[in-house]
C-alpha cells in the first residue's frame, strides 16, 4: 500500500470539499449567450432557458435559447472558416495540436471552477467532476493533440506505371450534439477528433447542463483557435438539433457519447 499516495489524495480531497463550496456559489447573473465565430451573440428569437441545479431545483442562470436561425449563423461562420485559404485550412498539423494541447492547458489552470460548475449544473459529486472528469476531459484532448501530425496518407509501393497513395483529408462542418450525463468529457470526445484532423464544428450542448461546454468556448477563443472553427449552440432537440441534423451544409454529425 502507498501511504504517501494514500496520504497526497485524503489532502486533495479535503481540498476539494473546502473550495467547491465557495467556487460553485459564484452567482451567474447574465443571461449566458450563444459563441459563434468567437463571439458571444443573443439568439435571433432573443429567447432564453432557464438551467437548473438539480440538487435543490433552483434556477442558476437563464441560457440563450438558440434555433433554427441560430444554427444557419454558425454553419455559415463555421463552412467561412473552413474555406481553402482560411488560416485554419492553411495552419500546420503541428499547430492544431498546439492549439489543442493549449486548450487542454487552459482547462487545467480552471479546473476547480469547471468542476463546481460541472456539478452545479449536473449535480454529480464534485470529487468526481475534479478528480475523474476533468483527469478524462484532459487525457483526452492531449491524446488527440498528440495525433494531429500523425494522421496521413501513405505512398503505396505497386507494380507497372502507376503511382499510389492515400490522402486523408477533412471532412468539413461537423454538427455535434452532446448530452447532460458528462458534459465536459462527451465535449472533449467530440472536439479533440474533429479538430485534431482539421474540421469545424457547430455544437449543440443538452439544454440541461449547458454551463461548462459554453465556459470552454472561453478558453477555445483564448487558445487561439481561429474564429468559426468551433461554434456552440445551447437549445432544445426539436428546434436547434433538428436544424443541425437536417442541416444541407453539415457534413457529418456526430450524436451523443460514441460516434
Known amino acids: 500500500m502507498d501511504l504517501a499516495g494514500n496520504k497526497a489524495a485524503a489532502l486533495d480531497i479535503a481540498m476539494i470539499k473546502m473550495v467547491a463550496p465557495s467556487m460553485a456559489s459564484r452567482v451567474i447573473d447574465r ?12 439568439a435571433v428569437s432573443r429567447k432564453t432557458f432557464p438551467t437548473v441545479n438539480p440538487s435543490t431545483g433552483e434556477v442558476i442562470c437563464q441560457v440563450a435559447e438558440g434555433d433554427k436561425e441560430d444554427v444557419d449563423k454558425a454553419v455559415k ?36 471552477y469547471l468542476a463546481a460548475l460541472e456539478t452545479l449544473d449536473n449535480g454529480k459529486p464534485y ?10 476531459v484532459l487525457k ?3 491524446y488527440y493533440a498528440g495525433w494531429a501530425d500523425k494522421y496521413h496518407g501513405k505512398t503505396i509501393p505497386i507494380d507497372g506505371d502507376f503511382f499510389s497513395y492515400t490522402r486523408h483529408e477533412p471532412v468539413g462542418v461537423c454538427g455535434q450534439i452532446i448530452p447532460w450525463n458528462f458534459p465536459l468529457l ?19 450542448v443538452a439544454e440541461q447542463t449547458p454551463l461548462t461546454a459554453l465556459y470552454v468556448a472561453n478558453l477555445i477563443k483564448e487558445a487561439g483557435f481561429p474564429p468559426g472553427v468551433v461554434n456552440i449552440v445551447p437549445g432544445f432537440g426539436p428546434t436547434a438539433g433538428a436544424a443541425i441534423a437536417s442541416h444541407e451544409d453539415v457534413d457529418k454529425v456526430a450524436f451523443t457519447g460514441s460516434t
Not at 470529487?127 to 478524462?136: G, K, N, P, R
Not at 462527451?186 to 469545424?200: E, H, I, R, S
Open 31 to 42: 443571461a449566458i449567450q450563444i459563441f459563434i465565430n468567437n463571439e458571444w451573440h443573443d
Open 77 to 112: 461562420a463555421a463552412r467561412a472558416a473552413f474555406q481553402l485559404g482560411s488560416p485554419w485550412r492553411r495552419m500546420d498539423a503541428s499547430h492544431r495540436g498546439r492549439l489543442l494541447n493549449r486548450l487542454a492547458d487552459l482547462i487545467e489552470r480552471d479546473r476547480t
Open 186 to 204: 462527451m465535449q472533449a470526445w467530440k472536439l479533440g477528433p474533429a479538430l485534431a484532423t482539421g474540421n469545424v464544428v457547430v455544437m449543440k
Open 140 to 142: 483526452c484532448l492531449r
Open 127 to 136: 470529487v468526481i467532476s475534479y478528480l475523474v472528469d476533468l483527469d478524462m
